[in-house]
T-cell receptor
Framework: KAGVTQTPRYLIKTRGQQVTLSCSPI?????VSWYQQTPGQGLQFLFE???????NKGNFPGRFSGRQFSNSRSEMNVSTLELGDSALYLC?????????????FGQGTRLTVV | AQKVTQAQTEISVVEKEDVTLDCVYE???????LFWYKQPPSGELVFLIR??????QNEISGRYSWNFQKSTSSFNFTITASQVVDSAVYFC??????????FGQGTELSVKP
């Protein structure tokens, strides 16, 4: 069974640009959550999607957005990039919403903003 | 508000030593879930254990064991006879529902040969 796939693995962008990150969950999983990991703030929850609907959102500015498609794949978008957006972005997949089973994480996308 | 505190930022041990990673949590919920994840250098978080708030039984899995004490809001993780392959960052996390995990700051464990 394939794991969670995140693309791209590495990305370098310039301040002011926008970026789209992709996450393909484990086959059959319907929930996807996104997290930002930085040395200063640690792991912070961005948002969660289930059945194409955002179910939960963390405390991030509106520049951070996401969506989920009918095949459960998810994308997150960051517009008007700032230097502080440089981070490892991790995606997690779950069988369903509210089940509190373990999350399966991808290897992440390392975003560097210059 | 929910919060997870891992007071130990870094721990260094020599192989075969036992090591305990501390985790203290705060929540007003009566139903919640606690987790431990391991993050190797490759970046992905690897699930180790989940415990719900109504199950205070300690658990042992091979060299790993967990001690959950609601009275002190702690969920500590012990590695017995540590090995070099145990070197990683370990995260304790708390969840009330669904996929929103509240993580501690992590403990970087270094096991030297």
């Amino acid at each position: 069974k394939a794991g969670v796939t995140q693309t791209p693995r590495y990305l370098i962008k310039t301040r002011g640009q926008q970026v789209t990150l992709s996450c393909s969950p484990i086959s059959g999983h319907r929930s996807v959550s996104w997290y930002q990991q930085t040395p200063g703030q640690g792991l912070q929850f961005l948002f969660e999607y289930f059945s194409e609907t955002q179910r939960n959102k963390g405390n991030f500015p509106g520049r951070f957005s996401g969506r989920q498609f009918s095949n459960s794949r998810s994308e997150m978008n960051v517009s008007t990039l700032e230097l502080g957006d440089s981070a490892l972005y991790l995606c997690a997949s779950y069988p369903g919403w509210g089940t509190n089973t373990e999350a399966f994480f991808g290897q992440g996308t390392r975003l560097t903003v210059v | 508000a929910q919060k997870v505190t891992q007071a130990q930022t870094e721990i260094s041990v020599v192989e075969k030593e036992d090591v305990t990673l501390d985790c203290v949590y705060e929540t007003r919920d009566t139903t919640y879930y606690l987790f431990w994840y391991k993050q190797p250098p490759s970046g992905e978080l690897v699930f180790l254990i989940r415990r719900n708030s109504f199950d205070e039984q300690n658990e042992i899995s091979g060299r790993y064991s967990w001690n959950f004490q609601k009275s002190t809001s702690s969920f500590n993780f012990t590695i017995t006879a540590s090995q070099v392959v145990d070197s990683a960052v370990y995260f304790c996390a708390l969840s009330r529902q669904g996929g929103k995990l509240i993580f501690g700051q992590g403990t970087e464990l270094s096991v030297k040969p």
